[in-house]
């Protein structure tokens, strides 16, 4: 099962009700995924050389021990800002070598993404209850994604919970199955991709980090997955820049796009698209296999 939903906003006045309108679509996806729910939501670019990253702990989380760790071995100018479960950290520092370090000395916390514009937050439960502990309601920003999963592969904890993030500004949420994940994740583990979970979608946004660090654009990261990931899947990805969507050459599982001068979403169901304002004169399509959709700003 599971649901996606993903939104991109192409007027700049929508961007202060981006969080209000995922959540809605977010809300009709609750059937499909009962276990748990996630965003990933691109807002807030830091500056020039800086990076923020989100990191996941609970509700015993002591965010002004980590903070101490991290401003006394990584970056003395450091600042966090919680959020229930999660917060976001800000370093003057490269967003790889950061998150490498973090993982190392920092524990028990997880990093969820690290970027630019990028946090994601996510956490078991029903989607209302997930939206509600973050206040997704109340964030701006220019797109996001969202997952409801409903656990089939993997344990139901707030770590297998999807959207997944491999790299910087890119994360990849998935409705389906991929059967040749555990062998790539050792060949992508030796090309230094580093993973957190026994997911089969982590090893999916894994396969598109390495290609892209390959030096491929997306558009040839996403035609290679097409070759090489092996089992049925509808993957929406998050980028700085924009969103993008793609089904296996079978394409079984659900997917819905529409358009409309304002914004573009996808979802796994119509009825999460019929929230949002002016779907009506929508243009609106199944995606078909094999086939990539992408929208991106200048």
């Not at 929508?14 to 729910?37: H, T």
């Not at 830091?46 to 760790?69: C, F, H, M, P, Y």
């Not at 967003?95 to 630019?116: F, K, L, M, Q």
């Amino acid at each position: 099962m599971c649901g996606i939903v993903g939104l991109y906003t192409k007027n700049p006045e929508l961007e202060s009700s981006l969080g209000s309108l995922l959540a809605a679509m977010l809300n009709q996806m609750a059937d499909r995924g009962p276990d748990s729910a996630g965003v990933a939501i691109y807002r807030n670019r830091v500056e020039a050389g800086s990076v923020k990253i989100t990191l996941q702990g609970d509700e015993r989380t002591d965010w002004n021990s980590v903070l101490d760790r991290i401003r006394g071995g990584l970056d003395r100018s450091a600042s966090l800002s919680p959020l229930a479960t999660h917060a976001v950290i800000t370093v003057a520092f490269d967003g790889d070598r950061a998150a490498e370090w973090i993982e190392r000395n920092v524990h028990p916390v997880r990093i969820t993404s690290n970027g630019e514009l990028i946090e994601i937050f996510k956490e078991k439960g029903q989607p209302e209850e997930v939206i509600r502990t973050f206040g997704l309601d109340a964030m701006a920003g220019t797109h996001a994604l969202g997952h409801t999963r409903m656990a089939t592969e993997s344990a139901v904890t707030t770590e297998h919970s999807h959207p997944f993030s491999t790299g910087m500004d890119l994360c990849l949420v998935h409705n389906g199955s991929l059967s040749n994940h555990n062998r790539l994740r050792e060949t992508l583990r030796a090309e230094g991709i580093r993973f957190q979970t026994d997911n089969d979608s982590e090893v999916a946004a894994g396969y598109l980090t390495w290609r892209l660090k390959q030096g491929a654009t997306l558009k040839e990261a996403m035609e290679a997955a097409l070759i090489d990931l092996d089992g049925f899947y509808t993957f929406a990805i998050g980028t700085r820049d924009g969103f993008a969507v793609l089904r296996d050459p079978i394409a079984c599982k659900p997917a819905v796009i529409a358009e409309t001068e304002d914004w573009v979403a996808m979802s796994s169901e119509y009825r999460a698209i019929a929230q949002l304002p002016g779907n009506e004169r929508a243009r609106v399509w199944e995606p078909n296999p094999a086939t990539i959709y992408s929208w991106e700003r200048d």
